[in-house]
């Protein structure tokens, strides 16, 4: 078979595959996709058919019922519970990353500061008056002491935030 044959059959082929594809379920482009392979199979195996477009017609019809076949066949997955795209397995280990490497700063801070943020940053959600107890401060010096020690972690957490951007 030629260049020029082969560029004779693309137009009929193009018209069969969208033809069928509707029919089958399919995109015309992945029927004309098959039957351009099985062509070449069919050329190296047993060389060019007798009847190009009739081989061509039956091609595009084997092709879209296997492609009926193949998509009556499968079963669709369901999407994975933790998969709902805000809490995907790949939000969750950047959110874990993210939550390791906040702890890591905050442990890296000066004096009462680790101590200050991680009761700010507890799950328990303690109120300004038992973090004062905690700490053994008085409640009025949590806000310029949380001001201070949040001013030491953006400085200590930049070069990190620099290069995420840096990233995206």
Known sequence: MTHDMLTALRPLLLAEASAEAPAAGAEPGDLEQAVWLRLLERLKADGPPRDPQGWLRDAVRREARRAQRTRSA????????ADDGEHGP??????????RALGDAVRRLPGRCPRLLEALLSPRDLTYREIAGELGISQGSLGPERSRCLGCLRRLLAPDLAADEARR
């Open 74 to 81: 499968e079963q669709p997955y369901g999407p994975e519970p």
């Open 90 to 99: 790949e939000q969750l280990a950047l959110a874990a990353a993210r939550r």
